[in-house]
């Protein structure tokens, strides 16, 4: 059974204090959520501060979540965050520039193998969250698809859904293509702007077909989903309670 679980990082503007956290966790855990992914609280925000806000509102963290870049420089900060608070997955986003070609996603997969036993041995897993340029093609394969080909079966997948479908993908085959390597998803909606952008929506509300989606999630016990939307056309939390109740309406529990 999928767990459904909201993405902290869609609430990154009310982040930025502990008081701040807090209230924001609190808030999320009024909505009746309990499990979330942590990301882009402010760094001036110490890791006990962020553990003890959890416990204090109900919440528990599964992940965390930076670019990659960010997690390397950081790593001995993102280690103490997900033992504090429990986590067991440290996920990095983004193949950087200077690895967006086939020989540099070779050398990217071998850092992320070096990386995936660094955290092993610390008892986390290392999942790879990928953008919608991400499944670019180097040498006629998706980037994403080198990466996963290339580092063991240990390293995860974050699948962003709403990256899947902007990269003109179908994000129901791809759960089901790599279902032994997923740990979590992000559902996030949009609908298209008249200037060809995209306005992000609650989950549910925007113009993505989501019944195959969900239903692979579903029938291959994708472990946990995420809400996820960093704009908003309304009030923040509004729209995170509005995608976290559409999640639990499709069947995921919460």
Known sequence: MTTAGIQVSSLKAYLRTPEEVRSTF????????????????????????IAQALRETGL????TQDYYDVVMERL?????????CGSTHVCVSGIPERYRSAEGCAVYARELTALSKRLQAEGKVLS?????????????????????EQTPEEVCLGL???????????????????KDRIDFVHFKDSLPLPDGGQQLMPVGQGDTD???????????????????????QKDAFVCMAESFDWMLQQGFRP
Not at 27 to 43: E, K, N, T, Y
């Open 26 to 49: 609190a808030r999320l855990s009024a909505m009746g959520c309990r499990m979330v992914q942590l990301q882009w609280i402010d760094f001036s925000v110490s890791p006990q501060c």
């Open 60 to 63: 528990y963290s599964v992940s």
């Open 76 to 84: 001995d900060y993102f280690l103490q965050l997900n033992d504090l």
């Open 128 to 148: 790879f969250h990928p953008r919608s340029q991400e499944y670019d093609r180097f040498d006629g394969t998706p980037g994403v698809q080198l990466l996963m």
């Open 160 to 178: 962003d859904l709403y990256h899947v479908r902007k990269a003109g993908l179908d994000p129901a085959q791809w759960i089901r293509d790599y």
């Open 210 to 232: 989501w019944a195959p989606v969900v239903r692979a999630c579903l029938e291959t016990e994708i472990p946990w989903a995420f809400a996820e939307q960093e704009r908003w």
